[in-house]
């Protein structure tokens, strides 16, 4: 088990960057697969991106790609997304949360997750 928390959240103007930080306490955080989802006001919570225990394989929603980046730091407990050229359906809640698995990309499949941190995209 791995105890989470985000950072990094604000209000920006659409076109804007930010990158949000989410560090992991307890034991093994590099042994476990790290994803980012967002969930905006009355919408389910969706996958936004996910990286593999050692960083080097990646993956994106296909509203997010080429936009987004994800990356870890496992020194550091730490995975990153980093959010250029934000657009206002980019507004969310964004969790990050641990899994075993690169494949899992639905949110039950993810046992732990961080309290998350809002991000708002205005126009």
């Known amino acids: 088990q791995v105890q989470l928390r985000e950072s990094g959240g604000g209000l920006v103007q659409a076109g804007e960057t930010l990158r949000l930080s989410c560090v992991g306490s307890?034991?093994?955080?590099?042994?476990?697969?790290m994803a980012w989802f967002r969930q905006a006001p009355g919408k389910e919570r969706d996958f936004v991106a996910a990286?593999?225990?050692?960083?080097?394989?990646?993956v994106y929603a296909d509203s997010v790609k080429g936009r987004f980046t994800i990356s870890r730091d496992n020194a550091k407990n730490t995975v990153y997304l980093q959010m250029n050229s934000l657009k206002p359906e980019d507004t969310a809640v964004y969790f990050c949360?641990?899994?075993?698995?690169?494949?899992?990309?639905?949110?039950?499949?993810?046992?732990?997750w961080g309290q998350g941190t809002q991000v708002t995209v205005s126009s």
């Open positions: 949360a641990s899994t075993l698995n690169f494949r899992n990309r639905r949110p039950i499949e993810y046992p732990d």
């Open positions: 307890g034991r093994n955080f590099s042994h476990y697969v």
């Open positions: 990286i593999n225990d050692r960083g080097g394989s990646t």
